[in-house]
């Protein structure tokens, strides 16, 4: 699998757990510090699997793993800080204040954000809004929705 920025503002169809992981360790290695990418999809799409994916991209080697009791956890890599955060039980902008997300952040960081929905004003920008949904038995399209100028996607265009 070859992917592009381009190939994923039009969607991409993943058929499987490897694909997912795939797409997403091309999306860590490709993906500028200092921003947020925010995963939509209902439950068992593959968010957490995307999450994971970019994660090992990014450079992470410890087990990622799905943060909803947590609310948050944080790893490190060689490329800096990866912040992951499952926004699913929370109930608002107000909660999502109290977790102090941004005073964590350590420059250079990646903010990983499931279930974005609940509190999408309040993320820290540039944010590269994606989402997963079924298509099909273990099919998946994941598809960029807002082109960021953080992504090389939105830098070749400007050239």
Known sequence: ?????????????????????????????????NQTVSISGNLGNGKTTLSKGIAAGWGVTTTVKSPTYNYFLTYSSPRGQLVHLDAYRLS?????????????LEEPWLLLVEWPERVTNCLPLPNLQLKI????????????????????????RSS
């Not at 969607?11 to 999306?27: D, K, V």
């Not at 608002?92 to 964590?104: A, F, K, N, T």
Request: no cysteine; proline share 9%; charged share 25%.
């Open 1 to 33: 699998m070859n992917p592009d920025w381009k190939e994923l503002e039009k969607g991409l169809l993943l058929t499987g757990e490897a694909e997912t992981l795939a797409i997403g360790e091309w999306m860590g290695r490709t993906l500028a510090p």
């Open 92 to 104: 608002g902008p107000e909660e999502y204040d109290s977790l102090l997300i941004e005073d964590i």
């Open 133 to 156: 949904e079924s298509a099909g038995e273990h099919a998946r399209r994941l598809s960029l929705l807002n082109p960021s100028p953080s992504h090389p996607s939105s830098q070749e």
